[in-house]
């Protein structure tokens, strides 16, 4: 869904540049200092409700960039992504020539993603990323082995054709994970989907994200973790309250999930983006709502195989009050029958059999 939105400044509303705000930002000012967290009838702050993390900040800080961005930089970005959205709206010439010829038929207009429309701000500070841990705003070397493996993944992957059967897809295009990792852990927003709803029990969290009606299931107690050679999908997500901060712990993540946003069209097995997890990967997340409007994402990924020291950030979730709508993925799966069988085809054109 589409629906523009304010980015509200986090922790009680600290604003850029608060000694010229206006009386009635003042206000507002004043109004975010009496507001207090909501609680559940358990006693435990509410964070229910449907919440977004769609912004135009990039995961990773680009070169030459600060950890924050000017008022002019900021306009900037986000009339950048008005313009691309509206350029798109733009009536095609019924006389135009027809396209080049290619193997990539493309995919969604652009009426149908929605990557985000504002920068984060957090703590008052528009954010160059979302990644700030390290404090260069980048993901951090591989370690040596890491490397390793990845290329020996790569390697793996190069022996087969992209659609040699069904587990060479990627596993969004399987329809087993979203694209990139929305779920978690950690929650990073992509193109679109990037709607989640948060229910609270006395002793659960439920979090759906809205991209294959994928839902997490954190439970808030310390009995046994799941045992080592059990990893489903998204992990096993155990939480506890601190203070008024929720705090998630994630271990026996599956070894194919992704850590960081991967293209619903690479090869499986051949992962170019490289972000192939370890089985000691450890994913801390915390929710804090800040306001009535923003709860606040911070998240940890620890993986000592992969990477050579931990890497994280933060993200300003922002309340979604529009309706989230069914994401039918394969629809029966004729999708993944159709790609299959078009790829035999081929082969049998190539063998001079068609």
């Not at 506890?240 to 090869?267: K, Y």
């Amino acid at each position: 869904m589409r629906t523009p939105h304010a980015v509200a400044v986090l922790v009680l509303g600290c604003a850029i540049g608060l000694a010229g705000l206006p009386s009635s930002a003042a206000a507002q000012e004043a109004d975010a200092a009496d507001w207090t967290v909501p609680r559940t009838e358990y006693g435990h702050p509410d964070i229910q409700g449907r919440w977004s993390n769609g912004f135009v900040t990039p995961l990773q800080r680009p070169a030459g960039r600060g950890p924050t961005l000017t008022q002019e930089e900021v306009a900037q970005a986000e009339q950048r992504a008005s313009n691309f959205l509206e350029n798109s709206f733009e009536p095609l010439d019924p006389n135009r020539a027809a396209p080049e010829a290619t193997n990539n038929p493309g995919a969604y207009d652009l009426f149908y993603v929605e990557p985000g429309d504002r920068v984060a701000i957090v703590n008052g500070e528009p954010r160059s990323s979302l990644v700030t841990r390290p404090a260069n705003g980048r993901l951090p070397e591989l370690t040596e082995t890491g490397k390793r493996l990845r290329a020996e993944q790569a390697a793996f992957g190069r022996q087969f054709g992209e659609h040699d059967h069904p587990e060479l897809l990627p596993l969004p295009e399987r329809c087993l994970v979203p694209v990139g990792p929305r779920t978690g852990p950690p929650m990073i927003g992509a193109a679109y989907n990037n709607n989640y709803y948060i229910v609270q029990t006395a002793d659960h969290v439920a979090i759906m994200t809205e991209q294959y009606r994928s839902a997490r299931i954190v439970r808030l107690d310390d009995g046994p973790r799941l045992p080592d050679h059990i990893r489903p999908w998204h992990g096993d997500s155990r939480g506890r309250w601190e203070g008024d901060t929720l705090v998630v712990e994630t271990t026996n993540i599956h070894p194919q999930q992704h850590d960081v946003q991967q293209s619903m069209f690479a090869h499986e097995l051949d992962r170019r983006p490289g972000n192939q997890v370890s089985e000691q990967i450890t994913v801390t997340e915390r929710f804090t709502r800040v306001d009535e409007n923003t709860l606040l994402y911070d998240f940890t990924v620890d993986d000592p195989v992969i990477y050579t020291e931990p890497w994280g950030g933060e993200i300003p979730m922002w309340r979604q009050d529009e309706q989230m709508y069914e994401y039918a993925c394969h629809e029966a799966n004729y999708g993944m029958f159709n790609i299959l069988r078009g790829a035999r085809y081929q082969e049998r054109q190539a063998a001079g059999l068609e």
